[in-house]
């Protein structure tokens, strides 16, 4: 018999105008759409096109015109400065009105860039929507990266204004925001007009006169802006993710595709209702921030939660059930690795017996594979539905899920169930030809993406070519390898690029370019907290003959530097060459493997196997690859 699963599914692959035309019923539109799948530029995919509406309308004041303007639309729960603050729809839009005409009065207009640099404080998600309420374009940066890279994304966005505030708060460290924002706009060649600053009471930051605005004050003199209509393949935002080069894409979101999309997946996915507590324990910097902390839970009319805490440290390893019981969370979304951190510090979940959780019901989990021990620890513990989910930055949803709203099928440890509703999922060998269910290959979707994935990359359509639909015609390439397996389950296994993963981050594996340093390889290592962390082996110039340990120090340094302290780079080892194929290729799944104390076999490409003893040595002085296989 046909499950409502395998009913959505069929519809939304073989007639998508019908599947997501109805699905766009369920919002509000100025004008509807002339096309619901636009395929006049293939692979350039439009979905909704001629249609025109407004995001932060559809956020925002569209519950208030339907009878939730006394609802919470968020609650900003903030261990780390003892704070919880509660929004209802009409106060969330009176401040979004208010700050888009803040904007606005500062020259800003439809299409018009605002770079958002903020902590998870609610002006990061006001400003965000007051971006979609002019029809704007934001583009948030993750707190953790530091000034290079944002000075990258400054470049590439060329922001009109910045939206920054003073300061983060890490557990009990508090982070000056500003100064690196100010390194950043030195650094960039690109200048922004105008940066408007939250001054947070525990760090003051110095402001650039002519150039810096004080939050308060621009709020305290704004006309409050109504919504713009805006065309539905109009860009919503732009966020940058780790691309294999070094240099971040800019990963584009459409308005009316994302709305539509999102919006579904509340109901079909997620199971949750307008009214409902929803909370995405993430970061408004990651895509699940963007995606779940913002936008999906608002156009649904849920109350959203906007947590400015750690799984563990704020104050402690009960944090999160004391968030689920005080604010009645239905449904909770997080990466495996905060649970991870949570186990470890509370293996028996003592401190879950503290607190009702009688509300709760299911938990998601994303960003990384759950691996099988956290599964069990979590449905043992909370005795709710534990479902992994599989998407990437650039899908803006979940490519594979269990569709609690549409049918719940039994868990497969490893797994992210099926393929969602909308994606064409495939397992391909090189030649872009199917391979058996359970064998191994690249997963790739056939066009066209469903609505709320990208549309290409910002002001680089042949890098969107180049990235994404190259390799396989006719494909959209996730760069994931995996398998399918007799059931449909689908099996995510690991990254095709340079790519790695660390808690749940996206990280590219750049090459510090320190003098002393000829080359070196970063590669991802099992790490039992974060999933993977990286390790760098750097080969040193001729001739140098400086401390190596000195040498290691300043590239851990320079990475935090460029990079972030996100990248959570700690540990390097100087190598005397490093394995290679004949033709010069590092053989980095090679390394990887005798880091993880994997089996491996020497490629029959390699230039010279003894290399790889060498590399065992080196990985055993620094703790790694105990077993030599
Ligand atoms: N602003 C400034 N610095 C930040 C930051 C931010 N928004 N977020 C993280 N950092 C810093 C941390 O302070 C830390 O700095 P340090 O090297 O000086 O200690 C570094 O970046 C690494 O941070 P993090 O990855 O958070 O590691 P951690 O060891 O501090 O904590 C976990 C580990 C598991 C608790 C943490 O990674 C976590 O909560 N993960 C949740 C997963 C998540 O949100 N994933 C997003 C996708 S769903
Ligand atoms: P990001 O773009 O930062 O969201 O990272 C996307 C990448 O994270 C994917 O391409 C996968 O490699 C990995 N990923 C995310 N979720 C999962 C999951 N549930 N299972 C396995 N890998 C995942």
């Known amino acids: 018999m046909t499950t409502p699963y395998e009913a959505a599914y069929q519809q939304s692959i073989q007639d998508p105008d019908s599947f997501w035309g109805a699905a766009a019923e369920d919002c509000h539109w100025y004008k509807k759409w002339d096309q619901v799948l636009d395929d006049s530029g293939k692979p350039f995919y439009r979905w909704f096109s001629g249609g025109e509406l407004n995001t932060c309308y559809n956020a925002v004041d569209y519950h208030i015109d339907n009878g939730r303007g ?91 204004v910045i939206v920054s505030a003073s300061c983060g708060i890490e557990v009990a460290r508090v982070i000056a925001y500003k100064p690196l924002l100010d390194k950043a706009i030195e650094m960039a060649d690109f200048k922004p007009e105008r940066c408007i600053i939250k001054q947070r009471p525990m760090e003051a930051a110095a402001m650039a006169d002519g150039r810096d605005l004080d939050w308060d004050a621009v709020m305290a003199a704004a006309q409050p802006h109504d919504c713009v209509p805006v065309a539905a393949t109009d860009p919503l935002y732009i966020l940058y993710t780790s691309g294999t080069t070094g240099v971040p894409k800019g990963v ?244 095709t690029d340079d790519i790695i993963n660390v808690a749940g981050h996206r990280l590219s594996t750049g090459v510090a370019d320190h003098p002393d340093v000829a080359e070196c390889a970063v590669l991802g290592v099992d790490d039992q907290l974060k999933g993977q962390v990286p390790i760098g082996f750097l080969v040193l110039n001729a001739g140098v003959e400086r401390e190596p340990a000195d040498i290691i120090k300043e590239v851990i340094q320079m990475v935090r530097d460029r990079i972030g302290p996100v990248a959570s780079f700690r540990t390097a080892t100087v190598v005397k060459r490093l394995p290679k194929t004949r033709s010069g290729k590092i053989l980095r799944g090679t390394i990887q493997k005798i880091a993880d104390n994997k089996p491996y076999k020497a490629p029959a490409t390699i230039e010279d196997p003894l290399v790889l003893d060498e590399m065992q040595e080196a990985l055993n002085k620094i703790g790694y690859a105990k077993a030599k296989t």
């Open 70 to 160: 006394e609802q919470d639309a968020i609650i900003y729960d903030s261990p780390v400065t003892d704070t919880i603050k509660k929004y209802t729809y009409i106060q969330l839009r009176d401040e979004v009105a208010g700050f888009a005409g803040a904007l606005a009065a500062q020259g800003v207009i439809k299409g018009d860039r605002v770079l958002i640099y903020m902590p998870m404080i609610p002006e990061a998600v006001i400003a965000m929507l007051a971006c979609a309420r002019l029809g704007a374009v934001h583009s948030v940066v993750f707190g953790g990266f530091a000034a290079n890279e944002l000075a990258v994304r400054i470049n590439d966005a060329k922001p009109k």
């Open 252 to 495: 584009v979101r459409d308005n009316g595709g994302h709305l539509v999309a999102l919006k579904w997946s509340m109901g079909n996915i997620y199971n949750i209702d307008a009214g409902d507590v929803y909370w995405a324990a993430s970061d408004v910097g990651w895509v699940v921030g963007h995606s779940y902390i913002v936008y999906a839970p608002l156009f649904k009319g849920c109350t959203t939660i906007l947590f400015e805490g750690k799984p563990v440290g704020t104050p402690d390893a009960g944090a999160f059930w004391r968030v689920i019981s005080e604010h009645k969370v239905k449904v909770m979304f997080t990466a495996p690795t905060a649970f991870r951190a949570i186990k470890r510090e509370d293996p028996r979940a003592e401190l879950m017996k503290n607190y009702d959780l009688s509300n709760f019901k299911a938990l998601f989990l994303a960003g990384e594979r759950t691996d099988p021990d956290t599964l069990k620890w979590a449905e043992n513990s909370l005795k709710v539905p534990v479902i992994d989910h599989w998407w990437q930055t650039e899908t803006g949803w979940a490519i594979a899920a269990n569709c609690l709203g549409i049918h719940h099928y039994p868990v497969k440890e490893g797994s992210p169930t099926k393929a969602a509703p909308g994606w064409s999922l495939q397992v391909v060998d090189e030649n872009t030809n199917p391979v058996k269910p359970g064998d191994i290959g690249a997963l790739v979707v056939k066009l066209p993406l469903p609505p709320g994935s990208l549309p290409t990359l910002w002001n680089n359509d042949q890098g969107f070519l180049d990235a994404y639909m190259e390799e396989f015609p006719g494909y959209y390439k996730t760069a994931d390898a995996g398998f399918i397996d007799e059931d449909g389950y689908v099996f995510v296994m690991s990254r």
